[in-house]
């Protein structure tokens, strides 16, 4: 008889983003008064989700942690700053992430810059 564990098959999803009709939606895992502003990579949460982990120093009041992603995201992504924007979870770690532009374009800046 069998114990009863069995796992589900389905693998989470490889990459953290969707596109968009207008942009691509991104999944980051944020932490305030890092230390430093640094993108880590791709990270998976317990649940098998995953999502993009970052730091930022600034601390989380007021919206300057979530500006500070937005920048940094900005920077590393060679986008427009006015093109990235905290649109879910601003008071909590995970966050959703909106890049506007060209989805196709922003999802091989991602590829580019965070799976090789």
Not at 22 to 36: D, K, Q
Not at 81 to 88: I, K, L, Q
Not at 92 to 98: E, G, H, I, P
């Amino acid at each position: 008889m069998s114990s009863g564990s069995s796992q589900k098959a389905a693998p989470p999803p490889a990459r953290p983003w969707s596109t968009l009709s207008a942009g691509v939606s991104l999944r980051v895992r944020l932490t305030p008064r890092g230390g430093r502003d640094a993108v880590e990579g791709i990270a998976a949460l317990s649940d098998g989700s995953t999502v993009l982990a970052a730091r930022v120093r600034a601390v989380p009041e007021k919206g300057a942690a979530n500006a500070a992603l937005e920048a940094l995201l900005a920077k590393t992504l060679a986008l427009p700053r006015s093109t990235v924007a905290v649109t879910a979870g601003g008071t909590a770690r995970l966050k959703t992430v909106t890049l506007s532009g060209e989805p196709a374009a922003l999802a091989a800046a991602l590829e580019r810059a965070f799976a090789g």
